[in-house]
Structures are given as structure tokens and as C-alpha cells.
T-cell receptor, first 118, second 114 residues
Framework: GAVVSQHPSWVICKSGTSVKIECRSL??????MFWYRQFPKQSLMLMAT?????????EQGVEKDKFLINHASLTLSTLTVTSAHPEDSSFYIC??????????????FGPGTRLTVL | AQSVAQPEDQVNVAEGNPLTVKCTYS??????LFWYVQYPNRGLQFLLK??????LVKGSYGFEAEFNKSQTSFHLKKPSALVSDSALYFC????????????FGKGTRLSVIA
């Protein structure tokens, strides 16, 4: 299957700093990518939909000024957590659907990024 | 709105015994259903999916799931559990062709005891 990578896999930062997380589709183009957040022992919650060439769509309750999303190319979406605070500590996972003329465009998930804010 | 229910937070099973992890869903139209497994501090690993066709779907690592439209269920099963199957399992649904995000259940932690 197709591969989606994330970088970094884990990051520790001080409160107030900004952290950028990259999501790349390695062997296919993704005009859309999805960003999820997972708190410990909880399910994945959709944060936003990243759209290549246009603004991201944020879910209710997600601060767009805090979680900046840029879909710079057909293979890269970035999530920047601005002025991070300890409550932003979480596991962030991206996914991308692979288009290709099939009945279903299967989604492929990145390995996740563990963010710890001290 | 789409939703997925995993009624069990935790499932315990002895090694070698059959296991079932339950999932029910609610979606308008024909559902696309998925099971994923997550090991500690790791991303999601795809197990299997139902798109159309046979109601019994076979997936990775000996897992299978049965789509039951009348009961709106998609339970995950394995005939003989292994200790290495111990992990967090997520059921997910997509209402259409995959260009929308998946809606996940809360997850079920499976513990296989030797």
C-alpha cells in the first residue's frame, strides 16, 4: 500500500514555543490530508482537513490560529502548533486518501507524532 | 451524522481462545467500515475493510470481520488469539468514497493472557 510519513516522530518543547509537524505522502499525490489528535487512552478526533492550494477546514472547537495548517504541495501538509502549552501535549496523526479510479479511495495513516510540552 | 460505537473498553481473552471485539455503526447510505490496530506509541495499522461484496471480510494477522447490515454491526473476530494481539483496536466508518475523514470508535483494549 501507499506510505504516509510524519516528521518528527516525537518532540519535546518548552511552553510558549511553536512546533511544526510534517505529513508527507511518499508515493502518491494527496490533494487532501486529515489531521487527527489522540489523547492518552482515547480515540482519534479529527482536527482539520488540509486542502492543497486552499485554506484548511477546521472542526468545531479547534482554534485555527493555534493549529496552523499549510498544504504546500500535493505531497506535503504541515501542522504548526503555535505557542504550545502543556494541554497541547498529544499524539498527532495525519492521513491521506489515495485517489486512483477505484470504488474507494483508501486512506493511509502516518505513524504519528508524539508532542510533549513542558 | 456518522457514528461508531465500541461498547467494550476492555476485552480479556486467554491465548488460543477465539476473540471478538464488537462494533456497531450509524451512517446514512452504504457504509465503508474499517478496523485498525494500535500498539503503544505507534500509529494505526490497517487490519481490514468492508466496502462491498461478501459480508465476511478477511484481513491481516488472521483477523476477520462480519458485516451485518440488519444489525448495523461489524464485529472483529479471530479464531485463536495470540499474546501479541494485545493492543488497542479501533473500528471506523466512512460515509462515502474515502475523501472524507474516518469517524472512529473510542477503541477497545484487547488483552490476551498466556
Amino acid at each position: 500500500g501507499a506510505v504516509v510519513s510524519q516528521h518528527p516522530s516525537w518532540v519535546i518543547c518548552k511552553s510558549g514555543t511553536s512546533v511544526k509537524i510534517e505529513c508527507r505522502s511518499l508515493d502518491f499525490q494527496a490533494t487532501t490530508m486529515f489531521w487527527y489528535r489522540q489523547f492518552p487512552k482515547q480515540s482519534l478526533m479529527l482536527m482539520a482537513t488540509s486542502n492543497e492550494g486552499s485554506k484548511a477546514t477546521y472542526e468545531q472547537g479547534v482554534e485555527k490560529d493555534k493549529f496552523l495548517i499549510n498544504h504546500a504541495s500535493l505531497t506535503l501538509s504541515t501542522l504548526t502548533v503555535t505557542s504550545a502549552h502543556p494541554e497541547d501535549s498529544s499524539f498527532y496523526i495525519c492521513s491521506a486518501p489515495q485517489r486512483g479510479g477505484r470504488a474507494y479511495n483508501e486512506q493511509f495513516f502516518g505513524p504519528g507524532t508524539r508532542l510533549t510540552v513542558l | 451524522a456518522q457514528s461508531v460505537a465500541q461498547p467494550e473498553d476492555q476485552v480479556n481473552v486467554a491465548e488460543g481462545n477465539p476473540l471478538t471485539v464488537k462494533c456497531t455503526y450509524s451512517v446514512s447510505g452504504n457504509p465503508y467500515l474499517f478496523w485498525y490496530v494500535q500498539y503503544p506509541n505507534r500509529g494505526l495499522q490497517f487490519l481490514l475493510k468492508y466496502i462491498t461484496g461478501d459480508n465476511l471480510v478477511k484481513g491481516s494477522y488472521g483477523f476477520e470481520a462480519e458485516f451485518n447490515k440488519s444489525q448495523t454491526s461489524f464485529h472483529l473476530k479471530k479464531p485463536s488469539a495470540l499474546v501479541s494481539d494485545s493492543a488497542l483496536y479501533f473500528c471506523a466508518v466512512s460515509p462515502n468514497s474515502g475523501n472524507t475523514p474516518l469517524v472512529f470508535g473510542k477503541g477497545t483494549r484487547l488483552s490476551v493472557i498466556a
